[in-house]
């Protein structure tokens, strides 16, 4: 990073917050700020849970509360206890403010035409592909890579979505219990890790490592939804893996895949693996790699 490309970041939040009018106290004329009209759009005419809104937010606890406090005051959101979780709690549009919705539906469609109507049909195109890549980076950024244990629910069904498409991909299939001799255990410090990567608080990718003796580790279970291939998350997973390795003291990694995988080789051969024997049993390895750390 350098000092021109933090000022063209910015110079370009500048230009967006004042172009929307995220500066204006009453944001679309509609008489409230931008983060409660926004609120109120997220929560939609389905509800939202209102973790699921801290997440998609990035809102701190207290700082939701007193937004959906101001709505409920301004009778557009009831905020309701689950049934059978009081702790879990959910935030429904009342008719007002379903009406309140619609209002800034339409509002932020003359504000889109706004912008793109002064502007030659290649200059629309133009603005609209640069802000989807603005968009698709910007998700890219906020992307986190954690350690996390590898039996909690999330976990499991990250695993169940890789076995899944493993299945549907390898031209044999594939058995979870043929030929797999890692577990949950063998994933857990110090002797192992699984890391999930994460969307505004939602997994979209995870990744296993075990020690296999005292100086070489094996990465496992290597998987990345459909929704987020493309932005760089198993390069990030891969690279959190190895430096969990490094501090377990190993000193090579190793990894296999099958035949039908090619996104990973490539991946595998980019990030400096290079092919090796064959060094385990697995039934489904068709190719394996190892890299010095």
Same mark, same amino acid.
């Given at each position: 990073m350098d000092n021109l490309q933090?000022?063209?970041i910015r110079s370009f939040s500048r230009a967006v917050t004042r172009r929307v009018g995220a500066l204006d106290e009453?944001?679309?004329?509609?008489?409230?700020p931008l983060g409660e009209a926004r609120l109120l759009f997220e929560i939609g005419p389905e509800?939202?849970?209102?973790g699921a809104l801290r997440s998609r937010l990035g809102l701190d606890s207290g700082y939701l509360s007193r937004m959906l406090r101001s709505l409920e005051a301004q009778g557009l959101v009831s905020v309701e206890k689950l049934d059978g979780d009081a702790r879990s709690r959910r935030a429904m549009l009342t008719e007002k403010g379903r009406a309140e919705h619609a209002a800034y539906d339409?509002?932020?469609d003359e504000l889109a035409n706004s912008i793109l109507e002064p502007l030659s049909a290649v200059a629309r195109d133009r603005l609209v592909a640069a802000m989807a890549d603005v968009e698709r980076l910007l998700a890219a950024a906020s992307i986190t890579v954690g350690e996390e244990a590898a039996d909690t &629910? &999330?976990?499991?069904?990250c695993l169940a979505q890789y076995f899944d498409e493993l299945?549907?991909?390898?031209?044999?299939?594939?058995d979870p219990g043929k030929g797999n001799t890692a577990t949950g255990d063998d994933f857990i410090p110090p002797q192992g890790s699984f890391v999930i990567a994460r969307l505004d608080g939602n997994p979209v990718g995870c990744g296993a490592l075990r020690l296999i003796d005292s100086e070489t580790a094996e990465i496992k279970r290597m998987w990345v939804a459909p929704s987020a291939r493309g932005l760089g998350v198993a390069s990030r997973m891969l690279r959190k893996l190895e430096a969990i390795a490094a501090s377990f003291?190993?000193?090579t990694v190793c990894l296999d895949t099958n035949r039908s995988l090619k996104e990973a080789q490539s991946l595998y051969r980019r990030e400096g693996y290079a092919e090796i024997a064959r060094f385990n049993d697995n039934p489904y390895a068709d190719h394996w790699f190892s890299k010095r750390l």
């Open positions: 933090i000022a063209q009453s944001y679309l004329r509609r008489g409230r509800g939202a849970g209102l339409a509002l932020s &629910e &999330e976990a499991r069904q299945a549907e991909r390898f031209e044999e299939g594939f003291g190993a000193k």
